[in-house]
T-cell receptor
Framework: TQLLEQSPQFLSIQEGENLTVYCNSSSVFSSLQWYRQEPGEGPVLLVTVVTGGEVKKLKRLTFQFGDARKDSSLHITAAQPGDTGLYLCAGLRFGNEKLTFGTGTRLTIIP | NAGVMQNPRHLVRRRGQEARLRCSPMKGHSHVYWYRQLPEEGLKFMVYLQKENIIDESGMPKERFSAEFPKEGPSILRIQQVVRGDSAAYFC?????????????FGEGSWLTVV
């Protein structure tokens, strides 16, 4: 059973467009982390969201944690080719230190 | 500020040999985790350790796999008598604490190929 479903699974858009990636679950998480992974490398942490309803902005990236702590979204404004990569959400459940990873979104930005 | 350091980055072993993967956590981090990523699959939790203690090994295969995080030195993931199905990327991660708001950083991985 996959606890965290990401959508879309694949996304290919033109440079300059905006996009949103979703991470959904029926389970409650104490926090959610977003990572980006390049081929042959480890996941690189982008952000951790902790509070239900929290919104965090990192330059052109906006992360939101759902009010019920069951879902999250990543919005990218004016996408650039350097944003290309595999985006992973990962959740920690209360009282548990095991990260559960989402199914991943493979993003391609076309110059 | 060095990140999570793993070595070797790539390791080739013949069936039946042993594989040892090492992980040095980020400075100041006392919590270490190992994850495995099989080809075309997502990352799966294996084990969570603190210094000299295994806290949660619920994701570890029952046989041939072991992990340690000694008082001095790196954490070691050991795979005995490797089989082809062990071929995967093994990622170590570390964090400064645990609980709500815990932030977990990953190393670049060790790619094991069993021939």
């Amino acid at each position: 059973t996959q606890l965290l479903e990401q959508s879309p699974q694949f996304l290919s858009i033109q440079e300059g467009e905006n996009l949103t990636v979703y991470c959904n679950s029926s389970s409650v998480f104490s926090s959610l982390q977003w990572y980006r992974q390049e081929p042959g490398e480890g996941p690189v942490l982008l952000v951790t969201v902790v509070t239900g309803g929290e919104v965090k902005k990192l330059k052109r990236l906006t992360f939101q944690f759902g009010d019920a702590r069951k879902d999250s979204s990543l919005h990218i404004t004016a996408a650039q080719p350097g944003d290309t990569g595999l985006y992973l959400c990962a959740g920690l459940r209360f009282g548990n230190e095991k990260l559960t990873f989402g199914t991943g979104t493979r993003l391609t930005i076309i110059p | 500020n060095a990140g999570v350091m793993q070595n070797p980055r790539h390791l080739v072993r013949r069936r039946g040999q042993e594989a040892r993967l090492r992980c040095s956590p980020m400075k100041g981090h006392s919590h270490v985790y190992w994850y495995r990523q099989l080809p075309e699959e997502g990352l799966k939790f294996m084990v969570y350790l603190q210094k000299e203690n295994i806290i949660d090994e619920s994701g570890m295969p029952k046989e041939r796999f072991s992990a340690e995080f000694p008082k001095e030195g790196p954490s070691i993931l050991r795979i005995q008598q490797v089989v082809r199905g062990d071929s995967a990327a093994y990622f170590c991660a570390s964090s400064p604490s645990k609980g709500v708001g815990n932030t977990i950083y990953f190393g670049e991985g060790s790619w094991l190929t069993v021939v």
